[in-house]
């Protein structure tokens, strides 16, 4: 009898111990790791640190993290890289990939894997505790335009069924002749009816096309930062560029390099309009006008009053690629329910300095925004003044927020990723 009971204890310590074994990456997730002595380069507010959890990625895009702990990457150069922690220390020792189509939007939901590239959304279905998902993913909307010039897809959920994908305009401003000098505008523009807007699709129906989609917002060139805030979807759009090559005589370099905002919009119900690419909003003088393609100089407003400007405007050409809002405990409380923005960083500045290169905090309360925008991830670029882009040390590309709170920074040039911790007073 006394070994019988013996046995069945030993028995039951070894399953207990295969479950600790089993749960060890999310116990591991939750350990306190150590930042590195420089941050691994990048520059934080006071109270904040860093180190780098994984490298050599590829050209890393949006990111989404796993309740334990594990981050799954969208690459540039095809597929997705998953990647879980086992050692304590935070960083990521195992990596592996799947998938190899060029992708950018990411979001685990219900149990899948949301993935999109440029000319679908697809969803893998994820089994608890491992790492890659075992079968091929269900193709939820297909036959998106891929087109070449602003293709890549963000997606965003509302958490009611609705899944976001913006479709990027294929044009600067909509010309005849697309970026060529003094070549006037189309108008209407055609390409609104299919591009330059947000559509809206149901996360749970499979083989949806554009055609069985809404459209949910228009008048946007190119913005595949969305990320859905309170109660509505927030886009961060990259605004026209060559202002003073394409109206030469009409606009200087300075004026190109300082006036076309960047903006952070907010479209709370379908139907919105944003303007492009009639108007541009102007951040030195926080009020649109209209673009020269369509008879503007610079000073003229005229049917810009009948669009929708943005909620939070940011200087020029500073790319925004990404964008979430912080709904963690550990960042202090002024952060929270706020949107990060991830800027990629300029190339149509010179002859002035690069600009970007930047994750920033946009306080938003009640849909506004509440305060200036401030760098909260600095220094990707390595060197001041950036005149090139090229030379940078890295250009982020895209956020998440781990399980405990800290935040995940991607970056396309090397396929970094750092984790930014919290660890001043409250």
């Known amino acids: 009898m006394t070994c019988r009971v013996n046995r069945w204890m030993n028995l039951i310590a070894m399953g207990l111990a295969a479950l600790a074994f089993a749960a060890a990456p999310a116990l591991r997730a939750a350990d306190t790791p150590a930042c590195d002595p420089d941050n691994a380069g990048i520059k934080l507010p006071p109270g904040f640190c860093a180190f780098l959890a ?31 922690s086992t ?17 950018t939007g990411i979001v685990l939901r219900g149990g899948y894997l949301y993935v999109a590239s440029p000319t679908a959304v697809m969803r893998y279905k994820m089994t608890p505790g491992q790492l890659k998902p075992a079968g091929e993913p269900e193709i939820v909307v297909k036959d998106l335009p891929g087109v070449r010039q602003h293709g890549d897809k963000g ?3 509302d958490g009611k069924g609705g899944l976001y994908v913006n479709i990027g305009a294929p044009s600067n401003a909509c010309q005849a002749r697309d970026r060529s000098a003094r070549s006037p505008g189309q108008d209407p523009c055609p390409l609104l009816e299919k591009n330059g807007g947000i559509w809206k699709f149901d996360e749970n129906k499979l083989g949806q096309t554009q055609a069985d989609g809404v459209r949910f917002a228009t008048g946007l060139r190119q913005m595949l930062a969305i990320a859905w805030g309170g109660d509505a979807l927030y886009i961060a759009m990259n605004n026209r560029d060559s202002l003073d090559t394409l109206w030469p005589g009409m606009f200087t ?3 190109n390099a300082e006036r076309p905002s960047e ?41 810009c009053t009948e669009f929708t400007p943005p909620a939070a405007a940011f200087p020029a050409h ?109």
């Open 54 to 84: 994984a490298d050599g990625l590829g050209v890393a895009r949006h990111m989404t993290v796993a309740a334990n702990g594990d981050l799954y990457v969208a690459l540039k150069d095809g597929g997705v890289a998953a990647l879980r």
């Open 87 to 103: 050692k304590g220390d935070g960083r990521f020792d195992v990596k592996e990939k799947f998938g190899t189509v060029s992708t």
């Open 155 to 157: 997606i965003a959920f």
């Open 253 to 255: 370099a300075q004026e």
């Open 263 to 303: 903006g952070l919009f907010r479209a709370a119900s379908a139907g919105v309009n944003f303007g492009w690419p009639y108007c541009f909003f102007d951040y030195t003088q926080k009020k649109f006008f209209l673009n020269p393609e369509y008879g503007g100089d610079g000073k003229t407003v005229g049917r």
């Open 318 to 426: 500073w790319a925004p690629v990404d964008v979430g809002f912080y709904t963690g405990n550990q960042f202090p409380a002024k952060y929270r329910n706020g949107a990060f923005i991830v800027f990629h960083g300029s190339w149509n500045r010179a002859p002035e300095p690069q600009g970007g290169y930047n994750v920033t905090f946009q306080p938003i309360v009640n849909g506004k925004a509440a305060g200036d925008p401030e760098t909260f991830a600095g220094g990707f670029p390595g060197k001041t003044p950036l005149m090139n882009p090229a030379e940078a040390m890295a250009r982020p590309s895209g956020i998440a927020t781990a399980p405990d709170g800290s935040m995940y920074i991607g970056d396309t040039e090397k396929g970094r990723v750092w984790r930014v911790l919290y660890r001043g007073g409250k």
